[in-house]
């Protein structure tokens, strides 16, 4: 993977396994509470991403795609996650009716789908996971936000 101290991680995914691995490394590498936006068109890659996660801290069952219900929960080693697709959302106020505040606290590990549908309401991520579609393969960027998004890459190099 190509690396450099602050520059964003980029990797070339050339199919599901390798996204569900990196995947796997990102998930070790989060504090307890972290704030994840998943970027990048329909059907590139983001729930299979969030799917590698959930099965890197033991979570066996299907991962339902949120996109109806808004939110998924999980209690996962002891601590609550919640995985958003925001794809569905009309207005970023909706967030504010739906107690977006509550799943947003500091010991939660939140993952969220479509975030530019919550501009506006939804603070800034820690850390944004970007897939771009290239063919039937995709390129992943991690782009830290915060200084506990940059401790994350440093952990994932
Ligand atoms: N690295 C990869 N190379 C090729 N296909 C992949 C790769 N990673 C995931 N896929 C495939 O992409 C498809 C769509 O994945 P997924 O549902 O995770 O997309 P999504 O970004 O969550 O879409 P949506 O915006 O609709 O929620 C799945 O069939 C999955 O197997
Ligand atoms: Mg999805």
Redesign the pocket.
Do not use: Q, V
């Given at each position: 993977m190509a690396t450099q101290a602050g520059k964003p991680v980029k990797t070339h995914?050339?199919?599901?396994p390798?996204?569900l691995e990196i995947a796997d490394r990102f998930y070790r590498a989060l504090p307890s509470g972290c704030l994840v936006f998943?970027r990048?068109?329909?059907?590139?890659?983001?729930?299979?991403?969030v799917?590698g996660c959930l099965r890197a801290a033991g979570y066996q069952g299907k991962v339902k795609?949120p996109?109806f219900t808004l939110v998924e929960e999980y209690s996962l080693q002891n601590r609550p996650v919640y995985h958003f697709?925001l794809?569905r959302l009309t207005d970023p106020e909706e967030l504010e009716w739906m107690g977006m505040r509550d799943y947003l606290r500091p010991d939660a590990l939140c993952f969220i789908?479509?975030p530019e549908r919550g501009e506006g309401v939804l603070p800034k991520a820690d850390v944004e996971v970007v897939?771009d579609i290239e063919g039937?393969?995709?390129n992943l960027t991690i782009v830290a936000i915060s200084s506990i998004g940059a401790k994350v890459m440093e952990a994932i190099k």
């Open positions: 995914l050339p199919d599901e390798s996204t998943l990048g068109n329909l059907g590139a890659g983001k729930t299979t991403f799917r795609s996109t697709d794809y789908e479509w897939i039937s393969t995709r």
